[in-house]
């Protein structure tokens, strides 16, 4: 069964309701206007229930509908939200537009909450479908944005996604996927930097799928060293 934070999106609010904390967006996709009612603003932070609405560049007409239960961001000097930005430890902007499973159509992340790792963003992850001629949800990227430290990186010369954790100050995991098409995400690297030792150290293990095979490379540098830069 689906979990119910998939249902969310659907969940049709009242617009009416949220007063003046209305935005619009011409630049954050190359396809579309957008234009956000959030339930609550305060300064320059916004929150809560929002309905997000694309419009066709080309039409004009509103294109498809969504609904977050928590569009948390900030508003910018002119306050207005930022799209597109994923800073990790950092700014992550309310909608992420971009090409998720390199199929070659724009796709649409949706911030709700603060549900990933660490109390970081959570995003719900929509692909374009071309047969449906709209956006779907899709379970497996959303969950990649939930289980990790916010929104993943998208790395479209490699086409790779690329995931990050961590455990305290001193374990970090750098994760990458690629896509294959009809079958979802398959991971196909990984970077573990480990200084939990306590010697003043980190082990870096960095394993790689190759030919249906993993390998492994283990090295050990000072911290020092390593983290110089």
Known sequence: ???????????????????????????????????????????????????????????????????????????????????????????QSPLIFDDFNFDGTEDLAIRNGNESSYGGPSYEVYVFNSTKKQFVISEELTNLAYENLGMFQTDSERKRLITYAKSGCCWHLTTEYTVVPKKGLLKVYELEEDATGGDERVKVTKRELEDDKWTANIKDYPISEYYKD
Do not use: W
């Open 1 to 91: 069964m689906m979990n119910s934070r998939f249902l969310l999106p659907f969940t049709l609010f009242a617009v009416a309701a949220f007063g003046q904390n209305h935005f619009e967006l011409k630049d954050a996709s190359k396809n579309y206007d957008v234009k956000i009612n959030v339930e609550n603003c305060d300064k320059d932070e916004c929150r809560g229930k929002a309905v997000i609405d694309l419009i066709d560049k080309k039409t004009s007409k509103k294109f498809q509908t969504f609904t977050s239960e928590d569009l948390n961001f900030y508003l910018k000097e002119d306050q207005k939200p930022t799209a597109n930005i994923i800073q990790l430890y950092d700014e």
